[in-house]
């Protein structure tokens, strides 16, 4: 997903890094999921608090975090400049590159790390079929794409909301991928 999402080949199925990665990513989407459950918890300052101990008393989560730095410093490097990937443009926009930007930098490193590490999930589900789909009915393609490009400008207008909801086919299009996968 870090290629697809960013064009950042991570290797994580073979690499030694997969050793503090994967434990880390477990507990850290149980306690984004938490968070997101709970937001007075975040707002009482609990997360921030939860982050610093277990960086204080994890190796593998210090580990963690110092790849995940890197990782983002290459994710903003790789898609600053332009799009390597389907989530180029939330960087470019949390970065302040897009006339209409629709995300500022916490929501974008919110935003990309949520779709790039918990794509086995739903979201990545979803988006497999999403293309899976698309390439089997060429006809859907077709007219989605017609749609789009008629409502909307190349790239920076393309961003989450009321316009980008209204848009009845997409909308059918999304609502069957997901009755299917």
Same mark, same amino acid.
């Given at each position: 997903?870090?290629?697809? @999402?960013?064009?950042?080949?991570?290797d994580?199925?073979?690499?030694?890094?997969?050793?503090?990665?994967?434990?880390?990513?477990?507990?850290?989407?149980?306690?984004?999921?938490?968070? &997101?459950?709970?937001?007075?918890?975040?707002?009482?300052?609990? /997360?921030?608090l939860?982050?610093?101990?277990?960086?204080?008393?994890?190796?593998?989560?210090? +580990?963690?975090?110092?790849?995940?730095?890197?990782?983002?410093?290459?994710?903003? +490097?790789?898609?600053?400049?332009? *799009? *390597?990937?389907?989530?180029?443009?939330?960087i470019?926009?949390?970065? /302040?590159?897009? &006339?209409?930007? /629709?995300?500022?930098?916490?929501?974008? =490193?919110?935003? @990309?790390?949520?779709?790039?590490? *918990? +794509?086995?999930?739903?979201?990545?589900?979803? =988006?497999?079929?999403?293309?899976?789909?698309?390439?089997?009915?060429?006809?859907?393609?077709?007219?989605? +794409? *017609?749609?789009?490009?008629?409502?909307?400008?190349?790239?920076? &207008?393309?961003?989450?909301?009321?316009?980008?909801?209204?848009?009845?086919?997409?909308?059918?299009?999304?609502?069957?991928?997901?009755?299917?996968?």
């Amino acid at each position: 997903m870090a290629d697809f @999402g960013f064009g950042i080949r991570t290797d994580l199925l073979c690499s030694p890094a997969r050793e503090f990665v994967f434990p880390a990513l477990h507990i850290h989407e149980k306690k984004m999921g938490l968070w &997101e459950q709970l937001p007075t918890m975040n707002d009482i300052g609990i /997360g921030s608090l939860v982050g610093y101990l277990f960086l204080l008393f994890s190796p593998r989560a210090k +580990a963690f975090a110092q790849w995940y730095q890197g990782f983002l410093e290459q994710a903003i +490097a790789n898609n600053t400049p332009k *799009s *390597s990937g389907i989530f180029g443009p939330v960087i470019q926009s949390g970065m /302040g590159l897009l &006339e209409n930007p /629709g995300h500022n930098y916490a929501q974008m =490193i919110g935003e @990309g790390s949520s779709s790039t590490f *918990s +794509a086995a999930d739903a979201y990545g589900i979803m =988006i497999s079929g999403f293309f899976h789909y698309l390439s089997r009915y060429p006809n859907v393609y077709e007219r989605l +794409a *017609s749609d789009i490009r008629r409502d909307f400008k190349p790239e920076e &207008e393309i961003v989450w909301g009321l316009k980008l909801e209204s848009c009845i086919y997409l909308c059918a299009v999304i609502d069957e991928v997901m009755c299917h996968t």
